[in-house]
């Protein structure tokens, strides 16, 4: 099994949603819970971006004792040296620096050329080297970048000592067929690649950055950069739990992590309370309704064989059991099973005579709660005894 890196930006670029804003002691706190997670790689910011964020990646570094402890930086001397100064307590230093290849960066954002910015992504990784021999670098734009370039970077970055290489969709662009194969391009047309891990990056502009991932690893990449709950700039980043689970769920795949997926509902719940970020609930493996069902055929096929709808036990990634929703669309077994749940022994013929109340009530509210069926259970036993 192929050992792939988790590399959590949820301190860095998860934090660059509005409103996420954290203190340093948050920060600290997150990067604790997402070593215990077993996440090999922690961005924890870009030290240069304010004093807060310095003290931010100073703090963490000196806190955490096991996972690389990684600082963001643009191509600039200056950024390098702030992010090493930054890094200075970690037990496992790590450097991300890069700069944009995309034409729509080279000219637009940087009114440059091709040339120059192969001079300037090569100087990058040299300074970066000084002071880290763990040193990844970021191609922006990677996934609108075309390929034959993207291989003369990216082979030229690892000579000048890239042991990371990190080839972002960073407008979340790319079909997964297309990512896939610009991963493929890469490995099999850099001489040195073998020299180095490649990292994938994914945005979800349209929805794609978990797909975008699975099919990077599956085409020769080694690390896959995400966040909790999906967070990030825009639409989000690709989802740590979500990758994670389909590389647990698809062992014929070849693939494992080092994550401890009973972690991963109780850690999205600290994130989500800590940055403020509701999660919204259909989202999948974290979501409240991820375990949950309302319709009467899946809720009849469920209790009679939980595989029948649900691919993963909720125990396996911490969250709390599986739940049978009542609603209008609910049948005779599910409303079995809840007065069951609630201490109620009543048979076929009881639930038959129930279950018409039941309707009328379901059909006046979105959801029948269990003193719905207090009440009704109450109600139907006082008649059952007048009558007898």
């Not at 039941?358 to 509210?365: Q, Y």
Request: with cysteine.
């Amino acid at each position: 099994m192929k050992k792939i890196v988790i590399f959590d930006t949820t301190l860095r670029d998860g934090e660059q949603v509005p409103g996420c804003k954290l203190n340093t002691k948050e920060k600290v706190e997150l990067a604790l819970h997402l070593e215990k997670l077993g996440v090999d790689v922690i961005e924890a910011g870009f030290p240069i971006s304010s004093p807060g964020d310095f003290a931010s990646v100073e703090e963490i570094s000196k806190a955490v004792k096991e996972a690389v402890i990684c600082g963001l930086s643009r191509a600039v001397k200056k950024d390098i040296e702030v992010a090493a100064q930054a890094l200075k307590h970690a037990k496992r230093p790590r450097i991300h620096t890069g700069i944009g290849t995309s034409d729509y960066h080279i000219k637009g954002k940087f009114n440059s050329t091709q040339e120059d910015i192969l001079e300037r992504a090569v100087q990058c990784v040299k300074w970066a080297r000084n002071f880290t021999d763990n040193v990844e670098f970021y191609a922006e734009d990677a996934g609108r970048t075309d390929n034959e370039y993207l291989a003369r970077v990216i082979e030229k970055v690892i000579a000048a000592g890239a042991t990371t290489v990190n080839i972002p969709d960073t407008t979340g662009y790319c079909l997964p067929h297309q990512y896939g194969e610009k991963i493929a391009y890469l490995v099999n047309n850099v001489p040195n690649i073998d020299k180095a891990v490649i990292s994938c990056h994914c945005h979800n502009d349209l929805g794609l950055a978990t797909a975008n991932s699975i099919a990077g690893i599956i085409a020769g990449a080694g690390q896959i950069e995400c966040t909790i709950n999906g967070l990030g700039e825009r639409a989000g980043n690709t989802s740590l739990e979500e990758v994670v689970m389909i590389i647990k769920q698809h062992k014929h795949l070849g693939f494992t992590t080092g994550i401890d997926t009973k972690m991963l509902n109780p850690l999205s719940r600290i994130v989500s309370d800590t940055m403020r970020m509701p999660v919204q609930p259909n989202k999948a493996i974290v979501g409240s309704n991820a375990f949950s069902h309302s319709s009467g055929i899946h809720q009849d096929g469920f209790l009679k064989d939980a595989q029948t709808y649900e691919i993963i036990n909720p125990v396996d990634v911490g969250a709390d059991s599986s739940k049978i929703i009542l609603t209008a669309r609910s049948g005779r077994s599910a409303l079995a099973y809840r007065f069951q749940n609630l201490g109620f022994s009543f048979d076929r013929n009881d639930v038959d005579v129930l279950y018409e109340r039941f309707l009328a009530v379901a059909d006046s509210k979105k959801e029948v709660t269990d003193d719905d069926l207090n009440e009704m259970a109450k109600v139907y036993s006082q008649k059952e005894k007048v009558i007898a």
